[in-house]
């Protein structure tokens, strides 16, 4: 068994809303802002795929 934490796979940044985040350095802040901006970017197209989704099946069943 090693010693050595390069042998360990890297931990996914991960960010909890409303965590303490008073520890963390500017670097740290501006990964998790990245992290939360791809987030909301992936919700965003979520939404729009449903949305989409639902007006095509509102359009075909239209009388």
Excluded at 1 to 27: F, V
Excluded at 32 to 45: K, T, Y
């Amino acid at each position: 068994m090693s010693l050595n934490d390069d042998d360990k796979p890297a931990r996914k940044l991960a960010h909890e809303i409303g965590m303490d985040i008073s520890m963390l350095s500017a670097d740290e802040l501006r990964a998790r802002i990245a992290l939360l901006q791809d987030e909301i970017s992936r919700l965003n197209r979520e939404i729009a795929a449903k949305t989409s989704s639902r007006s095509a099946a509102e359009s075909l069943f239209k009388i």
